[in-house]
């Protein structure tokens, strides 16, 4: 299976510089992406320019917006639109001039006679964050989210997320949490596979903005694929945390607790981005793809022992007693 999904890889790549042309060589007003790299801008032109995770110096005029996302920048040019910050740190130099700054926990330094302009949280109620100072001549204006405050609310969001997931086919993750116990070797081969796949096919399209609408839709896949196998392993990390006491707990007990366990150890430091990048990715999918060749393909289907206590539904005594008389008299 590895073999054929480096061929698959390789075909991508052979075929992608002829299908795909360059940004400068389809439309020089549209929206430009820049992802993950270094960039020195010295040519004035118009169009939408977003950056994300990237490192950029701006000394070239702009007309239109420019959105930053975990990204640096410094700007030393006149730029007429207006600039979204978000996670991200901006520098205004002596000839940098904009018209307003949207932040979201960013920093934003420029020179304290700079031209005036605007700066405003995205979020209003985020006010009690902002933090302006002076030194050396600059004005420094942060509105940094605290750290903690982040992870809770990523993890908050995720655990929703699981959840909705869940609510839509328990069984097929259900099936999926016991693919941890019977099919690990092929959790192992079917998550490096689809993992080089999608992250293949992402690069692939990322170069050429004609491809960026398609490497976001299967970014947008592949991060579907990570939330399902995350679901079916937190249900059973959960179901493995908590048979070991006396009590019962449902299913979205199990699934919620082992979610929180999840998250909390990727934020640990130093293997923050080793888990979130490449363990996670690849065990979630391999779970979930696993679970689809099981589930759809050879029609396996494993029995669950740690859901019989949520196959109890609740009933009315009364309506089954009801339904006992009726039957009497009948008789």
Same mark, same amino acid.
């Given at each position: ?13 052979? &075929? ?40 950029? *110096? ?31 740190? #901006? ?27 605007? #700066? ?93 609408? =398609? ?34 707990? *449902?299913?979205?007990?199990?699934? #919620? ?16 981005? &080793?888990?979130? &990048? %490449?363990?996670?990715? =690849?065990? %979630? ?29 609740? %009933? ?16």
């Amino acid at each position: 299976m590895i073999k054929k999904g480096l061929l698959l890889i390789i075909i991508l790549l052979s &075929f992608s510089t002829k299908v795909f042309g360059s940004f400068d060589e389809t439309d020089k007003n549209g929206p430009k992406l820049y992802f993950f790299q270094n960039y020195v801008l010295k040519e004035h032109r118009s169009g939408v320019n977003i950056f994300l995770f990237s490192n950029a *110096t701006l000394e070239a005029r702009g007309q239109d917006d420019i959105f930053l996302f975990f990204s640096n920048i410094e700007i030393g040019s006149e730029i007429r639109g207006n600039v979204y910050s978000f996670f991200s740190n #901006i520098i205004l130099n002596s000839d940098g001039k904009v018209n307003s700054i949207s932040s979201l926990s960013s920093t934003i330094t420029y020179l304290k006679d700079s031209p005036e302009f605007q #700066i405003k949280p995205v979020v209003k109620v985020m006010d009690f964050l902002i933090n302006i100072n002076e030194q050396n001549g600059y004005v420094i204006y942060k509105d940094k989210i605290p750290s903690f405050i982040l992870i809770l609310l990523m993890i908050f969001v995720k655990t929703f997320v699981c959840m909705i997931f869940f609510a839509l086919r328990k069984g097929f993750f259900l099936q999926g949490s016991m693919t941890v116990i019977h099919d690990k070797s092929y959790i192992f081969k079917n998550g490096i596979l689809s993992y080089i796949i999608f992250i293949a096919m992402i690069i692939v399209f990322l170069l050429s903005v004609l491809g960026v609408p =398609i490497s976001l839709m299967v970014f947008a896949v592949f991060y579907i694929c990570i939330i399902c196998g995350q679901v079916s392993f937190s249900l059973f990390i959960g179901n493995e945390v908590l048979s070991n006491t006396n009590k019962r707990f *449902t299913i979205n007990t199990k699934l #919620i607790l082992g979610v929180i366990l999840l998250e909390t150890l990727s934020f640990f430091p130093f293997i923050y981005y &080793f888990i979130k &990048f %490449f363990v996670y990715p =690849i065990l %979630f999918t391999g779970i979930f793809m696993t679970s689809v060749i099981n589930v759809y393909i050879k029609k396996i289907f494993y029995n669950i022992p740690y859901v019989s206590e949520n196959a109890i539904k609740h %009933f009315d005594s009364n309506k089954i007693k009801e339904i006992i008389m009726k039957e009497i008299d009948k008789v």
